[in-house]
């Protein structure tokens, strides 16, 4: 967004249009009897100006957790919030900004960053505390870190409580787990090598595992390699136990993702590097298919900062927080349209995904299946695209979609979340009800009943977005759904409700599920509750 001037200061400020003014206070005042208080002398109330003390303000402003915007509208409506404040440390900055600093202060990953580094980062973010808080606040939102979360992965699961804890569960042939062995385990179990660790964040791949503390250092177990044989790039060595990541000790990272063929992470500062997969620049660098060492991406994401990162089984998602609104960028392999551009060629650096702006939706939370993307809107709409397999994009068909396009059966839901896997498609709304779509196999969308069985349709494919009655039945808030993102797997899901209580269902052949199956039984098509507490 431009910096705009008002009357005769000199003190810039951001208008942050795109963003919905959030409501400053979310319950209604109390009714009682107005009283005559004395402020200062005899002074009443309304006679006692805010402005002859302006931390007042400062205080109502900072206590209220205001949402960027709101503070971009006080700039933008009244002198008194937009000049300068002369207050510590900065005393150019407007009452707004400050607010907006200290907003940042509180955030746990602004604040062991040094006083050069916040200031690059502001500059990073278009020159505006309130953009660095925008920032902030969006990749902690969209991305689940420093909250309970749970990840699906390809024959085994990792689970992360909001105290950090992370517990390990399912298949274990490559030391996935962490735990020191390669038996797999049906029962989660806190990585107890990792006990002081906090962790914020995991990533999970075939055979792989990497997990993001809150110092912001990465730690990895499993395969020590990518992609399939075929490549060549196939390794020996196995690790059972967490291994911090030399080559990444010098970045602060956020988030990781792993695709088939790389994994790539992200820095606090929203820059995105890449591991391995690079050989013909598929990854915007130029490297070997077995080289480990991180390579930052190439092109328009060099200055622009990203608030998450979503790997596909090729290619890269990346949401990006600019001065002008959010955006999506992809890179990597163009097959089934799924980089979103309109063609299904190939990007071999990251590319600014178009169709959004003419759509006029802001994204909020991008998701990465193995061969289709889908994107939620600040308004709530979704938006589908690439391989439209067994009706993943939730569009009434099996076509493919070369550009995102809004799934039209969702018009009178407010979506706030989404999850793809292999052709599936979850959708979590405000309300916390859950819509599923796409590939019917394992029980995995949370549809099969013990009627749907009892018909013979249990692995019948959903082209449209349905309810997930048995979540539903459930009573709790849903908060985040993740499904098994692999082509080599039977397809699991959990569902995370507000309280800290993980369900699954689907596959359970290896353990992922996290709960006992009887005997001959390889999935459940009822959730399930799983013995841990994340909350």
């Known amino acids: 967004m431009d910096a705009s001037m008002s009357g005769t200061s000199s003190v810039q400020y951001h208008n942050i249009a795109e963003q919905p003014i959030a409501t400053i206070v979310t319950t209604p005042a109390s009714t009682f009897q107005r009283q005559v208080r004395h402020c200062f002398g005899n002074a009443t109330p309304g006679e006692f100006p805010l402005s002859a003390n302006p931390s007042i303000v400062l205080h109502v402003l900072t206590g209220c957790n205001l949402d960027p915007q709101d503070l971009a509208t006080l700039e933008a ?33 602004f604040k062991p960053m040094t006083q050069e580094q916040r200031q690059d980062l502001k500059q990073r973010c278009g020159g505006s505390w309130k953009l660095v808080l925008r920032f902030l606040l969006a990749g902690e939102a969209c991305s689940r870190r420093e909250r309970s979360h749970a990840v699906a992965g390809p024959g085994h699961s990792i689970a992360v409580s909001s105290k950090g804890v992370a517990y390990s569960f399912g298949s274990n042939s490559s030391g996935q787990l962490g735990n020191g062995t390669t038996e797999e385990e049906w029962r989660p179990h806190p990585i107890r090598s990792l006990q002081g660790i906090r962790v914020i964040q995991a990533a999970v791949g075939a055979g792989r595992t990497m997990l993001i503390s809150d110092a912001g250092r990465v730690y990895a177990f499993g395969k020590d390699s990518f992609g399939e044989a075929e490549y060549g790039v196939q390794g020996n060595k196995v690790v059972t136990t967490p291994q911090l990541v030399e080559s990444l000790k010098d970045i602060f990272v956020v988030q990781a993702a792993i695709g088939n063929f790389f994994t ?71 097959l089934g349209g799924k980089l979103g551009h309109g063609a299904r060629t190939d990007e071999k650096v990251p590319r600014l995904i178009e169709q959004f702006q003419t759509l006029n939706l802001q994204p909020a939370v991008v998701a990465a299946g193995a061969w289709h993307a889908a994107v939620v809107g600040k308004d709530g709409r979704v938006c589908t695209w690439g391989w ?29 979340y989404v999850a793809t896997g292999d052709y599936t498609t979850f959708v979590v709304s405000d309300e916390g009800n859950v819509y599923s779509f796409g590939c019917g196999e394992s029980s995995s969308l949370g549809h099969n009943t013990a009627v749907a069985e009892e018909q013979g349709n249990r692995h019948s494919n959903v082209l449209f977005p349905e309810v997930v009655t048995s979540l539903k039945q459930l009573n709790e808030r849903v908060v985040q759904i993740s499904l098994t993102n692999s082509i080599y797997w039977n397809a699991h899901t959990f569902a995370l409700t507000e ?16 709960v006992e199956l009887s005997a001959n039984q390889t999935e459940r098509a009822i959730p399930e509750r799983v013995d841990i507490d994340l909350g």
């Not at 907006?100 to 955030?107: E, G």
């Not at 930052?296 to 998450?308: D, K, R, Y």
């Not at 009706?391 to 706030?416: M, T, Y």
Request: glycine share 12%.
């Open 77 to 109: 409506t009244c002198s008194f919030f937009r000049l300068p404040a002369n207050f510590a440390p900065d005393n150019e900055l407007s009452l707004a900004e400050l607010a907006a600093l200290d907003m940042c202060r509180k955030r746990a990953i």
């Open 264 to 334: 790539a992470v992200l820095s606090r500062e929203g820059r995105v590097y890449t591991f391995s997969w690079g050989n013909e620049t598929k990854l915007g660098h130029q490297t070997e298919p077995a080289d480990m060492e991180p390579r930052a991406l190439l092109g328009a994401l060099e200055n622009i900062p990203v608030v998450q990162i979503a790997a596909g089984y090729c290619y890269l998602l990346a949401l990006a927080c600019q001065p002008s609104g959010m955006s999506v960028y992809s890179v990597g392999c163009g």
């Open 388 to 416: 439209g397999r067994y009706g993943c994009l939730g569009h009434g068909n099996e076509d493919c979609e070369a550009a995102p396009k809004v799934v039209e059966a969702l018009n009178n839901v407010k979506a706030v």
């Open 499 to 514: 309280s800290g209580k993980l369900y699954a269902f689907g596959a359970g052949d290896k353990g992922q599920l996290g």
